[in-house]
């Protein structure tokens, strides 16, 4: 997810010589009608799609069970650091690999909004059935926040979501030049292959302060280093959901929206705006050096106890495991 904003401009640089015919890959789906349930790792989906899913499990009975979905470009460990902490304070992790990403099923292909909505709540319908005791929360972070906001129109019964730093750069957020090149780059050259190496050339973002885990995103093969355009436009179709839910949000369960004021990914009046839309529906934290990826930032054990002191909040529990004061 870091670097969608880069290769948008790359697209824009790229168009004028890249007009040779690609034809657009449409994304294989299952054809199976399964109940969707969770294995040891894995994640079976109603059409017979298997998600890769990591598991840390809480230290002792969980408390509460937080089903995560990572941004563009990652895949599950995106959560390896957040989720022993959370494990710490009672908290059960699950994040998949979502259809595209990771060991997911046809990598580097885009699966659209609707299907990674689907997953979402047959992640949340197989977390329920196998643990049905356990209050369920739903985190995104980035393009997974887009996931989740944008399922909010019909929500999965949750207890709660956590947005992380949401991607709500809609098009009404870009500049005209971005729209125009996006939109033909896709259409025209669907399958151009958009290096987030050469997008560096281009515009310069800064995701994250913490350089030692960049560089070792850097490393992982399994971190995607170049885009489709017709991914990246697929993307900026579910911005434009997630942008838009707000307004059609009756009855939420919590939310809580954490949201860094050094992101250079997502534009600060994109964020702003949702934030607005929400309203009091949202618990919002800002944090002055927080960046994109709040959750991996230098000061993200502050930002991940933040959220599990929330999720415990939510289910009547203080930090600690203690019930909360009744007087």
Not at 72 to 79: E, H, I, Q
Not at 132 to 148: D, I, K, N, R
Not at 285 to 290: A, I, P, S, T
Request: glycine letters at 8%.
């Amino acid at each position: 997810m870091p670097f969608f904003r880069k290769t948008i401009a790359v697209a824009a640089l790229s168009l004028s010589l890249a007009l040779t015919g690609c034809a657009a890959i449409p994304t294989p789906a299952g054809t199976q009608t399964q109940t969707p349930r969770l294995e040891e790792d894995v994640l079976i989906t109603r059409d017979g799609m298997r998600l890769p899913l990591r598991r840390w499990n809480a230290q002792g009975p969980p408390r509460a069970i937080v089903l995560a979905l990572h941004g563009m470009s990652d895949y599950s460990n995106a959560f390896d650091g957040p989720a022993r902490q959370w494990a710490e304070a009672g908290i059960t992790t699950l994040a998949i690999d979502q259809r595209g990403f990771g060991r997911g099923p046809n990598p580097g292909l885009w699966a659209g909004g609707d299907a990674m909505r689907a997953d979402l709540a047959d992640f949340v319908g197989a977390a329920k059935a196998q643990d049905p005791a356990v209050p369920v929360f739903a985190l995104g972070e980035s393009m997974g926040g887009a996931v989740v906001l944008s399922a909010m129109r019909d929500p999965p019964p949750v207890a709660g979501i956590i947005l992380v730093a949401p991607a709500v750069w809609a098009r009404r957020d870009m500049p005209l030049s971005y729209r125009v090149a996006l939109f033909f780059a896709a259409h025209l050259t669907p399958g151009l292959i958009l290096s987030n190496s050469a997008a560096s050339h281009v515009v310069t973002i800064v995701p994250s302060d913490n350089g030692a885990m960049l560089r070792a995103l850097g490393r992982d093969p399994l971190f995607q280093k170049q885009t489709r355009a017709d991914a990246l436009y697929g993307l900026v179709n579910l911005m434009d959901e997630a942008r838009a839910a707000p307004a059609m949000l009756a009855a939420p369960p919590p939310i809580l929206l954490l949201t860094g004021r050094k992101d250079q990914v997502i534009p600060q009046d994109a964020t702003r705006a949702v934030i607005a839309a929400l309203g009091s529906r949202a618990d919002v934290r800002h944090y002055d050096q927080g960046y994109h990826m709040l959750l991996r930032d230098l000061e993200g054990p502050a930002v991940n106890k933040d959220v599990s002191d929330w999720i415990l909040a939510r289910v009547g529990e203080q930090p600690g495991g203690t019930q909360p004061n009744q007087h």
